[in-house]
T-cell receptor, first 112, second 113 residues
Framework: EAQVTQNPRYLITVTGKKLTVTCSQNMNHEYMSWYRQDPGLGLRQIYYSMNVEVTDKGDVPEGYKVSRKEKRNFPLILESPSPNQTSLYFC???????????FGPGTRLTVT | KQEVTQIPAALSVPEGENLVLNCSFTDSAIYNLQWFRQDPGKGLTSLLLIQSSQREQTSGRLNASLDKSSGRSTLYIAASQPGDSATYLCAVSVGSGYSTLTFGKGTMLLVSP
């Protein structure tokens, strides 16, 4: 089944403890991206990647890192999480920005 | 910077009614516009994708139109059903040296039996 998977789905952590949220797709898509969704602010893009080893900042990249060493994986790294990074995170993939975007199920992160 | 606005923010209708959701964007230099559905606590499901050269797309009871010059799109839902209750999001993709998807804040739809 063609899908985008994210792990973990739920995470509660403490300020400053490094964490990684994984994202994997099995559709051989070149384009992958990360979003966060917050009440009243909607979905905002954090980072995107147009291909392996090619990443770029979205609208709200501060406090996040990404890497794209393999085509199928696009992990989101929070080196030192803070409470303002408490949010619902979505990973998405597509053959390219002009094509239909496929979203993962989301990761709900709480930073205390 | 591209801004996407969705009106209304919330809509409540009785089952069977036809309805229209609106999406407007400020920069007409888009690659495409996509409508999504999001159920509470869940991910996004793509409903329709309209390329910038197209005027409309249809899927079952859904019809989406695009007027790029005026910066507007509508999502028409025919014969609404309680199962249509969800938040509907529109998003536009832009290029010009970078590639990003800009979302509206959504319209929360409730269809009552």
């Amino acid at each position: 089944e063609a899908q985008v998977t994210q792990n973990p789905r739920y995470l509660i952590t403490v300020t400053g403890k490094k964490l990684t949220v994984t994202c994997s797709q099995n559709m051989n898509h070149e384009y992958m991206s990360w979003y966060r969704q917050d009440p009243g602010l909607g979905l905002r893009q954090i980072y995107y990647s147009m291909n392996v080893e090619v990443t770029d900042k979205g609208d709200v990249p501060e406090g996040y890192k990404v890497s794209r060493k393999e085509k199928r994986n696009f992990p989101l790294i929070l080196e030192s999480p803070s409470p303002n990074q408490t949010s619902l995170y979505f990973c998405a993939s597509s053959p390219g920005i002009i094509y239909e975007q496929y979203f993962g199920p989301g990761t709900r992160l709480t930073v205390t | 910077k591209q801004e996407v606005t969705q009106i209304p923010a919330a809509l409540s209708v009785p089952e069977g009614e036809n309805l229209v959701l609106n999406c407007s964007f400020t920069d007409s230099a888009i690659y495409n516009l996509q409508w999504f559905r999001q159920d509470p606590g869940k991910g996004l499901t793509s409903l329709l994708l309209i390329q910038s050269s197209q005027r409309e797309q249809t899927s079952g009871r859904l019809n989406a139109s695009l007027d790029k010059s005026s910066g507007r799109s509508t999502l028409y839902i025919a014969a609404s059903q309680p199962g249509d209750s969800a938040t509907y999001l529109c998003a536009v993709s832009v290029g010009s040296g970078y590639s990003t998807l800009t979302f509206g804040k959504g319209t929360m739809l409730l269809v009552s039996p």
